[in-house]
């Protein structure tokens, strides 16, 4: 049974990292449990998009350099990156696109692969701890609350 819910949790953190907190808690697993199935599986995500995704970026660069965008101020992706640049890539990634979503978008901005791992790595430590304990507690006071 554990090792089902396990992987049930793997798996839904793989492509939606804050609904797996709450479903991982609810299948029974411990908090610590959850806080670290929910990072693997996060860092696993970025790891399938990062490592052959610098290849294939740097195949369409050769490829289509001729071809390249250019870079408009008023273009709501580039305001947004001039703004908040990588660390708000990888501190809203996990809450917002997730890992493969952001780490194709980290790549195709050009960001070096090891500080978007690393960025991107941060911002799911510190969501799934928040979350963690906030759900670990809404948990216990909810069967709080039941049990009285």
């Known amino acids: 049974m554990m090792l089902e819910a396990i992987m049930a949790m ?23 449990a959850v806080f670290l199935i929910a990072i693997i599986s996060y860092v696993v995500g970025i790891l399938v998009v990062l490592l052959p995704g610098e290849r294939m970026r740097a195949w369409f660069l050769r490829r289509y ?15 947004a990156w001039e703004r908040y640049g990588m660390i708000g890539l990888g501190l ?13 978008l980290g790549l195709s901005l050009n960001m070096p692969p090891r500080k978007l791992l690393v960025w991107m790595t941060l911002g799911a430590i510190i969501w799934s701890f928040i979350l963690t304990v906030f759900f670990a507690l809404g948990l216990a006071g909810v069967e709080q609350v039941i049990s009285s």
Do not use: C
């Not at 350099?65 to 305001?79: G, P, V």
């Open 10 to 32: 793997f798996s839904l953190s793989f492509f939606s990292f804050w609904t797996s907190i709450p479903a991982g808690l609810a299948m029974g697993l411990s908090p610590i």
């Open 65 to 79: 350099h001729h071809r390249q965008a250019e870079k408009t101020q008023t273009s709501l992706i580039w305001r």
């Open 92 to 104: 809203l990634g996990p809450m917002t696109v997730g890992a493969q979503i952001g780490t194709a």
